[in-house]
């Protein structure tokens, strides 16, 4: 079986712009988080979706968003992208919710110049 | 708030043992898991445990202390395939989402011949 999937895998964007990172979950998961990682740190919970529902989300502004389709795939949104954004945009997917174990994709990197 | 601290770096040589340790401060406990990932790589899971004791898995084992908040993770019999950054996670609250994880800076374990 596939494992999660994200495109792009890498990307350079200018301060402002809006970018867009999808993710495809492994066949069966229902839930999809979104983490960020800034090089030598762990990753930052963004967002948990589940079932299309936004069951959390982490200390984020409002530039950030997503949602989940009926396919159980995602898509992170960020707006007005700010030179911090730069950083490993991890998805996360698990058979259902409440799970400590997490399949993770290998990422999009973004770079905001 | 939920914190989790860790070593930054453990080096070691093959085929010896290693501990890396993790402290945790969290309100409300789901369990401590442990991920590894590689230079340019995404998380991957190793082990978890929800109750106090050691879990083992092959070369690698999982031990927790709740009435302590701490939790260790063995490497036994080193390869130098095990030179990654190793990461400590516990399971945020409820009202963050169920399947958000909070993660620890990372240990970075260099294994030397």
């Known amino acids: 079986d596939a494992g999660v999937t994200q495109s792009p895998t890498h990307l350079i964007k200018t301060r402002g712009q809006q970018v867009t990172l999808r993710c495809s979950p492994i066949s069966g998961h229902k839930s999809v988080s979104w983490y960020q990682q800034v090089l030598g740190q762990g990753p930052q919970f963004i967002f948990q979706y589940y079932e299309k529902e936004e069951r959390g989300r982490g200390n984020f502004p409002d530039r950030f968003s997503a949602r989940q389709f009926p396919n159980y795939s995602s898509e992170l949104n960020v707006n007005a992208l700010l030179l911090g954004d730069s950083a490993l945009y991890l998805c996360?997917?698990?058979?259902?919710?409440?799970?400590?174990?997490?399949?993770f994709g290998p990422g999009t990197r973004l770079t905001v110049t | 708030g939920q914190s989790l601290e860790q070593p930054s770096e453990v080096t070691a040589v093959e085929g010896a043992i290693v501990q890396i340790n993790c402290t945790y401060q969290?309100?409300?406990?789901?369990?401590l898991s442990w991920y590894q990932q590689h230079d340019g790589g995404a998380p991957t899971f190793l082990s978890y445990n929800a109750l106090d004791g050691l879990e083992e898995t092959g070369r690698f084992s999982s031990f927790l202390s709740r009435s302590d908040s701490y939790g260790y993770l063995l490497l036994q019999e080193l390869q130098m395939k095990d030179s990654a950054s190793y990461f400590c996670a516990v399971r945020g609250s409820v009202s963050g989402g169920y399947n958000k994880l909070i993660f620890g800076a990372g240990t970075r374990l260099a294994v030397h011949p």
């Open positions: 969290t309100s409300g406990f789901y369990g």
């Open positions: 996360a997917s698990s058979l259902l919710e409440g799970r400590n174990e997490q399949y």
